[in-house]
């Protein structure tokens, strides 16, 4: 049924929640010690961050069938679909352009979320994968 894999979704979900972490910075010019400001540094979103830049490159590299089953889990996992009504919702994905789903997903606040609640309505579970924990 999804023609893209679970241990990939599980994948960008684990770098989609990295994303939905990170705030404005409080100090753009940080000068002080990482260790000595016990690294929260990292949740912090600056230009040159590569968190968005690793879950940019991992959607790119997607194809168009790939894009829509990650729109249609997202959907599905945040309610707007149920798994039964998987090909009117791939209908309804396939409307959007596939140079803009990339920006839609990254637009999508709880995306990590809504992933993982999609794959595991359709049964599959993150933790069969073990990714985020080598």
């Known amino acids: 049924m999804l023609a893209i894999s679970p241990e990939t979704v599980c994948y960008l979900i684990v770098k989609a929640r990295e994303f939905d972490?990170?705030?404005?910075?409080?100090?753009?010019?940080?000068?002080?010690?990482?260790a000595d400001d016990r690294d929260v540094g990292i949740l912090e979103?600056?230009?040159?961050d590569p968190t968005y830049q690793e879950l940019t490159g991992a959607l790119d590299s997607?194809?168009?069938d790939q894009l829509l089953d990650l729109v249609v889990l997202?959907?599905?996992?945040?309610?707007?679909?149920g798994k039964d009504q998987w090909g009117e919702a791939r209908d309804?994905?396939?409307e959007i352009p596939t140079k803009d789903a990339p920006r839609y997903l990254?637009?999508?606040?709880?995306?990590g979320d809504y992933l993982e609640e999609g794959l595991a309505e359709l049964g599959y579970s993150?933790?069969?994968y073990q990714i985020g924990r080598l």
């Open 21 to 34: 972490a990170k705030v404005a910075p409080a100090e753009p010019d940080p000068g002080s010690n990482p």
């Open 74 to 81: 997202t959907w599905i996992g945040r309610g707007t679909y």
């Open 92 to 94: 309804q994905a396939g």
């Open 126 to 128: 993150c933790q069969d």
């Open 106 to 111: 990254l637009g999508t606040p709880q995306l």
């Open 62 to 64: 997607l194809n168009s």
């Open 45 to 48: 979103d600056y230009a040159d």
